[in-house]
């Protein structure tokens, strides 16, 4: 158990909904970061908060928006839903932000499916 | 920007064999990391290094963090079963980058 929450686990909805998906971050951690995993395997770093204020943006689409909250718990929305946005997302902590050591701490995922 | 080519994409291997992988890039870091995530779970961590020419063990597994601080690999001695997974490098200079991948199959 990594100490990182998300809910839900799965997730099934259909195109042009829109979902949150939700992590709570390990005790302490203050960087919240969220990834996407397809098919193909590869995570794609979406988008980084650290304590509330974003810090890093990756490839998140123009359709997706994320928050950190005071009590560090961080959501993820995405709206507009494509075919293509099934995959799994995963959310992952760690104490420090960018320039820190990166060891992060994922949570289990939760699986989107777009139908 | 910073991309990081880990080989092999897959390997398909018997119970008690060796296994090697690794990570290169064109740009330096300043961190190593490799993570491994079983199927239905996020990723873990399995070893982090820090300095140039570290050598890191953690039971089977070995890992190793290039002189030119542009590469590592990552070695795993008598795979057993539970060792199938996909295998994360990830480098970090200020960001943190992730390889796309090494699925390994291990047959009993």
């Known amino acids: 158990d990594s100490g990182v929450t998300q809910t839900p686990k799965h997730l099934i909805t259909a195109t042009g909904q829109r979902v949150t998906l939700r992590c709570s971050p390990r005790?302490?951690?203050?960087?919240v970061y969220w990834y996407q995993q397809s098919l193909d395997q590869g995570l794609q770093f979406l988008i980084q908060?650290?304590?509330?204020?974003?810090?890093a943006k990756g490839n998140i689409l123009e359709r997706f928006s994320a928050q950190q909250f005071p009590d560090l718990h961080s959501e993820l929305n995405l709206s507009s839903l494509e075919l293509g946005d099934s995959a799994l997302y995963f959310c992952?902590?760690?104490?420090?932000?960018?320039?820190?050591?990166?060891?992060?701490?994922f949570g289990e995922g939760s699986r989107l499916t777009v139908l | 920007g910073q991309q990081l080519n880990q080989s092999p994409q897959s390997m398909f291997i018997q119970e008690g064999e060796d296994v090697s992988m690794n990570c290169t890039s064109s740009?330096?870091?300043?961190?190593w990391l490799w993570y491994k995530q079983d199927p239905g779970e996020g990723p873990v961590l399995l070893i982090a290094?820090?300095?140039?020419?570290e050598l890191t063990s953690n039971g089977r597994l070995t890992a190793q963090f290039g002189i030119t601080r542009k590469d590592s690999f990552l070695n795993i001695s008598a795979s057993i079963p539970s060792d199938v997974g996909i295998y994360f490098c990830?480098?970090?200079?200020?960001?943190?980058?992730f390889g796309q991948g090494t699925i390994l199959t291990v047959h009993p």
């Open positions: 005790s302490g951690d203050l960087s």
């Open positions: 290094l820090y300095k140039a020419g």
């Open positions: 740009s330096i870091f300043n961190t």
């Open positions: 908060y650290y304590n509330g204020e974003e810090r």
């Open positions: 990830a480098g970090q200079w200020g960001k943190l980058t």
């Open positions: 992952a902590s760690s104490l420090v932000g960018t320039g820190g050591i990166g060891e992060l701490f």
